[in-house]
């Protein structure tokens, strides 16, 4: 995994609480198979509206996120981290974050940084202010810094750490090889009716009949279209 | 002082505590996988040249992007299409077991676990989907984990993890004829908000809780992340142990007695102290109806759509001023004058039997409302639309000028093609209604199987007291 130390670039405000995955990502483009390309996809929906604060020519290099409250909330999705890093952020900002996005961040080289509501809005203010404008995090001093400002942001050690030596979790875990195993020894004592999905058990098999689309469709569209 | 059931849990599988800011490792008893979160972890370990380290403790079935129709022919979405074979390539080189679309036991990944009896107490249960938190229904700590974590389980069997922290939800009293766990869960929503819950694990407590069926009790533990939980949990009892009994993968014989008396134990000790607690009386509940763009924007079937400018906190109100422009609603508008287009019965969160059964009640004997677009009926699996279609429920649904499909997760998502088209309006038993979260554009009102069914009949939204 990529190393994220210092980042700096441009800031971007999202001023919204509650970004759900399903906008950062709508669910049609997760039917791809790779890790990456997925750039495209970010706020595919809010992208159509030529509003959007991505669609301001400052904000369209955009590096920093720097959104409401419950960031992330809903599907599980990597996604979601996945088209936020294609599309060049590498820092996202938040009062608060959904447990599985905080997660996936770290996992994908992305910093979640947290920050009061009160930082969030003043950050909001400098960088409308100046559209365009860089900011800095810092992440072994836990800073950003924005124009004159300089604030402080909450992070775990641990992901800190983590972030900031690229470390892959899986050859962490993997250091722990004696523990794993004697934990595996102690459940097959302790816990003998755990089930395993193997070999396969279930109920008899039977056919299932296929359903058919009707063949007619007399719908004139939408009941707010009828209405006009 | 004592633990609770959750803490419980956890040190039940704690393969090493962390020191100083490390997490702690946890052990995973069993990983559900789907064709969408799991291709990139499979291509993880092919990279890497690691293999799982338990097969088997891993099942895998296809649900989020599979068709409702004519499964028996070729999928017409080229990419739909590579996604589920990918999958079956993976579970074929991989050695895990697939039960696949056409197969008796496939269906949505968080219905296979519990009919196939491999959801269990005590045990801790993943996948790569937020709903995983169904199953902490039967007294399991059960979470959903992003495609990284995915692999990590797949090649060590265990995850990297704080300490969740504890939070009661308790539920008293009896609840009123007409109220469902449905409602239950969207009234704890609207009340803790999204965010109530992160963190924490939520445990359902309550005279009211006790009495819910297992069918009722996922509904409620499914949307738990929809709070913002890490999990949402039930103590197990009598009832969770009636419904495990005999099924495939449940304990049999002196074993099946050896995991009782342990999974008597899953209890929160009188003397154990929640990081919080809520407390919500059920006679005080009613049918709930969501009329924004979160599940914690919902509100009594009987309120009125929000008038803004009457709320105080300026990023509640900028988000309902958002929601109310998105749905098409006007303020103060009562949530009873809303006319839908279509109506969508199904997915985790009601999709079961239980929910069928209680849709086909209301519809039998009636028609759906000429005004409405589609009313479709999906099972959650495809045992549950053969047990439907024992029953003779299919012919209700059918009579009544409602789709009968096959099982998957459908409209939930808008995955496969099952979706709607902009400014279309749903009644929904789903999980979710984020902007365009069943079709681009589209907007959703959740609820529960009762109060859909009754709108399919009336076209406005209604509750089976206004037929």
């Known amino acids: 995994m990529e190393k994220l130390t210092v980042v700096t670039g441009v800031g971007v405000p999202l001023r919204r609480s509650n970004v759900d995955t399903d906008q950062i990502i709508p669910a049609v483009f997760l039917k791809r198979v790779t890790k990456s390309g997925f750039d495209d996809a970010l706020f595919y929906a809010w992208r159509r509206n030529p509003d959007f604060v991505l669609n301001q020519e400052p904000y369209r290099n955009g590096k920093i996120l720097v959104a409401g409250p419950d960031f992330g909330i809903g599907s599980s999705r990597e996604h979601a981290v996945w088209a936020l890093h294609d599309y060049g952020f590498r820092v996202v900002i938040a009062p608060r974050f959904a447990d599985i996005f905080y997660g996936n961040t770290a996992k994908n080289g992305v910093l979640a940084a947290i920050m009061p509501m009160e930082s969030i809005e003043l950050l909001w203010k400098l960088l409308e202010e100046e559209p365009g404008r860089e900011m800095t995090v810092d992440l072994g001093e836990r800073t ?69 689309e009707p063949e007619e469709d007399n719908w004139l569209g939408p009941l707010a279209d009828r209405d006009k | 002082m004592g633990t609770t059931l959750a803490e419980k849990v956890w040190a039940d599988h704690l393969v090493r505590k962390g020191e100083n800011a490390e997490p702690d490792l946890i052990y995973i008893d069993l990983m559900l996988m789907h064709e969408v ?269 929000p008038d803004p400018e009457t709320i105080t906190d300026e990023t509640k109100r900028v988000a309902a001023e958002s929601a109310i422009k998105y749905m098409g609603l006007k303020p103060g508008q009562p949530i009873k004058s809303i006319a839908v287009d279509t109506v969508f019965i199904g997915s985790c969160t009601n999709g079961r039997i239980e929910d069928l059964r209680a849709a086909a009640a209301i519809m039998k004997g009636h028609h759906k409302a000429k005004s409405l677009h589609r009313v479709l009926v999906v099972p959650a699996s495809s045992r549950v639309r053969l047990q439907a279609e024992k029953e003779g429920l299919d012919k209700i649904f059918k009579d009544f000028g409602a789709e009968w499909r096959n099982a998957g997760c459908s409209m939930c998502l808008g995955m496969n093609p099952d979706k709607m088209v902009a400014d279309e309006r749903s009644i929904s038993t789903s999980n979710r209604n984020f902007e365009g979260r069943q079709g681009k554009g589209s907007r959703t009102h959740l609820a529960s199987p009762a109060v859909a069914a009754a709108t399919a009949i009336r076209g406005t939204i209604s509750s089976p007291a206004d037929l």
């Open chain 2, 37 to 305: 979160t799991s291709p990139q972890a499979f291509e993880g370990l092919r990279l890497a040249g690691r293999k799982p380290r338990h097969t088997d403790l891993l099942i895998a079935t296809e649900d989020h992007n599979t068709p409702t129709v004519n499964i028996d022919q070729p999928n017409p979405d080229k990419t739909s299409a590579t996604q589920l074979s990918t999958l079956e390539k993976n579970c074929k080189e991989f050695g895990v077991r697939l039960h696949p679309l056409g197969d008796a036991d496939q269906g949505i990944v968080h219905q296979v676990g519990p009919q196939l009896g491999l959801t269990q107490p005590g045990m801790t249960v993943v996948c790569g989907d937020s709903h995983t938190s169904t199953h902490g229904a039967f007294g399991a700590l059960a979470f959903g984990i992003g495609t990284s974590e995915v692999e990590h389980v797949m090649a060590t069997q265990c995850l990297s993890l704080k300490p969740f922290k504890t939070m009661a939800v308790n539920v008293e009293g009896e609840l009123p004829e007409g109220v469902t766990a449905k409602d239950i869960i969207l009234a704890i929503i609207a009340k803790i908000g999204t965010g109530g819950g992160q963190g924490h694990v939520i445990e359902y407590r309550g005279e009211a809780i006790h009495k819910l069926s297992m069918e009722a009790r996922m509904t409620i533990c499914n949307m738990s992340i929809e709070a913002g939980a890490r999990a949402g949990m039930v103590s197990p009892d009598e009832i969770t142990f009636e419904y495990l009994k005999g099924r495939p993968h449940a304990p049999q014989g002196e074993m099946w007695d050896k995991a009782v008396e342990y999974w008597k134990t899953l209890k929160t000790d009188d003397d154990a102290v929640f990081d919080k607690e809520v407390t919500l009386r059920a006679e005080d509940l009613q049918p709930y109806v969501t009329w924004g763009t979160n599940p914690g924007q919902g509100l009594p079937i009987t309120a009125n759509v």
């Open chain 1, 144 to 212: 950003v810094t924005c124009g004159d400002v300089t604030l402080p942001f909450e992070v775990g050690d641990y992901v800190r750490w983590r972030l900031m030596n690229g470390y892959d979790d899986i050859d962490l875990t993997l250091r722990h090889e004696d523990d794993i195993v004697a934990y595996e020894k102690m459940r097959a004592e302790k816990f003998p009716f755990k089930p395993t999905t193997l070999p396969a058990r279930h109920l008899p098999e039977e056919p299932i009949s296929s359903a058919r």
